[in-house]
């Protein structure tokens, strides 16, 4: 858990996917498609992958299909796939970005 | 003469007695009085053929009287079928004239009583009213008097009965005999109760099957789209239990999004005030969430249905994103509608475009390579095919078991995109009506559903086009038939 909480706060966009998970690949399309370039740590690849994904499932709740991907913007845990459309659409994403430096107009 | 015929079928019955009953094949009751159905068989040509046991010379002249009248109704009479008569007209006249000839009652035989009691009910029910068989004595007396007095041309006859009857009977009437007739009014009445009762349920039962087919009708009719004529019944026959549940339900819901089209149409054009609109206005948004609720469900239960695009008209098909309508395009065609906007919501418009263009592009992107990995674990199946053949056939099934394994895990992922692609469209439809005004939000859902409505009706205008190809030149004309097309298709051409 202090892994996520660390990793998450090093960087304004911080992604946890997995190589193989393609969702994960259209979050990071997403971002990349407004211009942002986030940190993204692929738990399949990292030795303490495992424990990573249990910490990621506690903090989601029950409800989430998968622990991947999960976003944090700002250090702060923004949710999966479903929560940055949400943003997204209802125009909040931009500003929250922006707030974080991860963008600039 | 319905009332002629059927006294005279009345007389038939009761003169006939037990082995005639079943000479002809009609049911038979243990009990010492007969229990004759209601369809009439094999009457007896001969007059003389009464039932004896008490001593009927009554029934003889009665019979003759009628005879005399009716021997060209025969032929009517044996032709009658034992089905289960359920309507029959005349038993429902009992009820009247019995309460109305209850003067002159006769103690005799009982077995007439039967026939009545069986007259009036079918055979479902007049197994129950068997036990009341005994005590049902006087009342086709009453019944043979109060008819045949209905009956004109035997009016004089039917005094002459009357006369008869008392003459005849010769014992006053007492207690015991009123008694009996009391009991047998409340039997045939209770009978005719559970008859209208179980006809009653026979009506009800048959407006549900209708209701039931429509259903199923509908639901084929979805089936019926699937690319043309010929494809429905296999189709409907291959579907999964989820999409025919789903099938049917969108069924349902574009009915009620018809009704709520016309009632926002009906408020735009009267102008109504904006209070009474946003009502409307948002009890579609909930019937639009309701939508993507069935199509969650659906999505879990057979996500290939509903990419596939098997629950869509051909032309909406064609149209079709990951299982429905790309948000973007749907932007594109209501931002006519919405003219004059405030440069406000024309940001707002423009920036809600902007970002569904991007969440489609990144889902898009991602099913990609969803369907490339998919393809590539498929494909691998059939690379190790020939370098595994050496080890043995066992290792093989086991390598080729383990990709199919992979492969059903990555269409696992297939329905996330789908779940994923429906939260877009709910939040876009969701974010266009924050930004818009109650008019113009009206008018975009309007917009949008006479939009569907068109394409479905293109749909049904393709399928039944006439091929000139397939067809000789005398059959069906074209402008026929389309113009049946469009008669059938009104509701949906409203805007055309």
Same mark, same amino acid.
């Given at each position: 858990?202090?892994?996520?909480?660390?990793?998450?706060?090093?960087?304004?966009?911080?992604?946890?996917?997995?190589?193989?998970?393609?969702?994960?690949?259209?979050?990071?399309?997403?971002?990349?498609?407004?211009?942002?370039?986030?940190?993204?740590?692929?738990?399949?690849?990292?030795?303490?992958?495992?424990?990573?994904?249990?910490?990621?499932?506690?903090?989601?709740?029950?409800?989430?299909?998968?622990?991947?991907?999960?976003?944090?913007?700002?250090?702060?845990?923004?949710?999966?796939?479903?929560?940055?459309?949400?943003?997204?659409?209802?125009?909040?994403?931009?500003?929250?970005?922006?707030?974080?430096?991860?963008?600039?107009? | 003469?319905?009332?002629?015929?059927?006294?005279?079928?009345?007389?038939?019955?009761?003169?006939?007695?037990?082995?005639?009953?079943?000479?002809?094949?009609?049911?038979?009751?243990?009990?010492?009085?007969?229990?004759?159905?209601?369809?009439?068989?094999?009457?007896?040509?001969?007059?003389?053929?009464?039932?004896?046991?008490?001593?009927?010379?009554?029934?003889?002249?009665?019979?003759?009287?009628?005879?005399?009248?009716?021997?060209?109704?025969?032929?009517?009479?044996?032709?009658?079928?034992?089905?289960?008569?359920?309507?029959?007209?005349?038993?429902?006249?009992?009820?009247?004239?019995?309460?109305?000839?209850?003067?002159?009652?006769?103690?005799?035989?009982?077995?007439?009583?039967?026939?009545?009691?069986?007259?009036?009910?079918?055979?479902?029910?007049?197994?129950?009213?068997?036990?009341?068989?005994?005590?049902?004595?006087?009342?086709?007396?009453?019944?043979?008097?109060?008819?045949?007095?209905?009956? @004109?041309?035997?009016?004089?006859?039917?005094?002459?009965?009357?006369?008869?009857?008392?003459?005849?009977?010769?014992?006053?009437?007492?207690?015991?005999?009123?008694?009996?007739?009391?009991?047998?009014?409340?039997?045939?009445?209770?009978?005719?109760?559970?008859?209208?009762?179980?006809?009653?349920?026979?009506?009800?039962?048959?407006?549900?099957?209708?209701?039931?087919?429509?259903?199923?009708?509908?639901?084929?009719?979805?089936?019926?789209?699937?690319?043309?004529?010929?494809?429905?019944?296999?189709?409907?026959?291959?579907?999964?239990?989820?999409?025919?549940?789903?099938?049917?339900?969108?069924?349902?819901?574009?009915? @009620?999004?018809?009704?709520?089209?016309?009632?926002?149409?009906?408020?735009?054009?009267?102008?109504?005030?904006?209070?009474?609109?946003?009502?409307?206005?948002?009890?579609?948004?909930?019937?639009?969430?309701?939508?993507?609720?069935?199509?969650?469900?659906?999505?879990?239960?057979?996500?290939?249905?509903?990419?596939?695009?098997?629950?869509?008209?051909?032309? @909406?098909?064609?149209?079709?994103?990951?299982?429905?309508?790309?948000?973007?395009?749907?932007?594109?065609?209501?931002?006519?509608?919405?003219?004059?906007?405030?440069?406000?919501?024309?940001?707002?418009?423009?920036?809600?475009?902007?970002?569904? @263009?991007?969440?489609?592009?990144?889902?898009?992107?991602?099913?990609?390579?969803?369907?490339?990995?998919?393809?590539?674990?498929?494909?691998?199946?059939?690379?190790?095919?020939?370098?595994?053949?050496?080890?043995?056939?066992?290792?093989?099934?086991?390598?080729?078991?383990?990709?199919?394994?992979?492969?059903?895990?990555?269409?696992?992922?297939?329905?996330?995109?789908?779940?994923?692609?429906?939260?877009?469209?709910?939040?876009?439809?969701?974010?266009?009506?924050?930004?818009?005004?109650?008019?113009?939000?009206?008018?975009?859902?309007?917009?949008?559903?006479?939009?569907?409505?068109?394409?479905?009706?293109?749909?049904?205008?393709?399928?039944?086009?006439?091929?000139?190809?397939?067809?000789?030149?005398?059959?069906?004309?074209?402008?026929?038939?389309?113009?049946?097309?469009?008669?059938?298709?009104?509701?949906?051409?409203?805007?055309?």
């Amino acid at each position: 858990m202090e892994t996520i909480e660390k990793l998450a706060a090093e960087n304004a966009v911080v992604i946890f996917s997995m190589s193989s998970c393609c969702m994960c690949h259209a979050v990071k399309r997403l971002f990349a498609g407004m211009g942002v370039s986030p940190a993204i740590h692929e738990l399949d690849e990292d030795p303490r992958g495992k424990d990573m994904e249990l910490a990621l499932t506690s903090l989601l709740g029950p409800s989430t299909a998968s622990p991947v991907p999960t976003v944090f913007i700002g250090g702060k845990l923004i949710g999966s796939m479903d929560t940055v459309m949400a943003l997204h659409i209802n125009g909040s994403l931009v500003p929250l970005l922006m707030e974080a430096g991860a963008l600039w107009l | 003469m319905n009332g002629q015929a059927e006294v005279e079928a009345c007389c038939e019955e009761m003169r006939t007695d037990n082995h005639r009953v079943g000479e002809t094949g009609l049911s038979n009751s243990a009990t010492s009085s007969q229990t004759l159905p209601y369809g009439i068989h094999g009457i007896s040509p001969s007059p003389t053929n009464f039932f004896d046991h008490e001593g009927s010379s009554y029934f003889g002249e009665l019979e003759e009287a009628l005879m005399q009248g009716v021997v060209d109704r025969k032929v009517f009479l044996t032709t009658r079928p034992p089905t289960l008569e359920i309507f029959p007209s005349w038993p429902m006249r009992f009820q009247q004239t019995s309460k109305n000839s209850q003067s002159a009652e006769s103690t005799d035989s009982g077995s007439a009583l039967n026939t009545i009691s069986q007259l009036e009910s079918d055979s479902p029910v007049s197994r129950k009213t068997s036990p009341d068989q005994s005590t049902e004595q006087p009342v086709p007396h009453m019944m043979i008097m109060s008819r045949t007095g209905e009956a @004109e041309n035997h009016q004089p006859k039917s005094q002459e009965k009357r006369r008869l009857i008392s003459e005849r009977d010769g014992r006053p009437l007492d207690a015991k005999t009123l008694r009996r007739l009391a009991q047998n009014r409340e039997a045939a009445k209770k009978s005719r109760l559970r008859k209208k009762a179980y006809v009653q349920q026979l009506e009800n039962s048959r407006v549900k099957l209708a209701q039931i087919e429509l259903d199923l009708h509908r639901a084929r009719s979805q089936g019926l789209f699937l690319g043309g004529v010929g494809a429905s019944a296999s189709a409907s026959a291959t579907m999964s239990s989820g999409a025919a549940v789903f099938d049917i339900e969108y069924a349902r819901w574009l009915d @009620e999004n018809l009704k709520h089209m016309m009632e926002l149409r009906n408020a735009l054009q009267t102008h109504l005030c904006d209070n009474d609109l946003r009502i409307i206005v948002d009890e579609c948004l909930v019937h639009y969430d309701e939508f993507f609720r069935l199509k969650g469900i659906a999505t879990k239960a057979d996500v290939f249905h509903l990419i596939t695009g098997m629950w869509v008209t051909p032309a @909406e098909r064609c149209f079709l994103w990951l299982g429905g309508f790309k948000p973007s395009e749907l932007l594109k065609i209501i931002t006519s509608q919405l003219d004059p906007m405030t440069e406000q919501q024309l940001i707002g418009i423009c920036s809600l475009q902007q970002s569904s @263009e991007q969440a489609e592009e990144a889902l898009t992107q991602g099913h990609d390579q969803l369907q490339q990995s998919l393809a590539e674990t498929v494909a691998n199946g059939c690379l190790c095919e020939t370098t595994i053949n050496n080890v043995g056939n066992n290792v093989y099934m086991a390598h080729i078991n383990n990709q199919m394994a992979i492969a059903l895990e990555k269409l696992d992922n297939l329905q996330s995109f789908v779940l994923q692609a429906d939260n877009l469209r709910q939040q876009t439809l969701h974010q266009m009506r924050r930004i818009l005004t109650i008019r113009q939000a009206g008018r975009c859902l309007l917009a949008i559903g006479e939009y569907y409505g068109r394409l479905r009706a293109l749909s049904s205008l393709w399928a039944t086009r006439p091929r000139e190809n397939l067809f000789t030149e005398e059959s069906a004309c074209p402008a026929t038939t389309d113009l049946q097309i469009f008669h059938h298709q009104v509701p949906h051409f409203s805007a055309f």
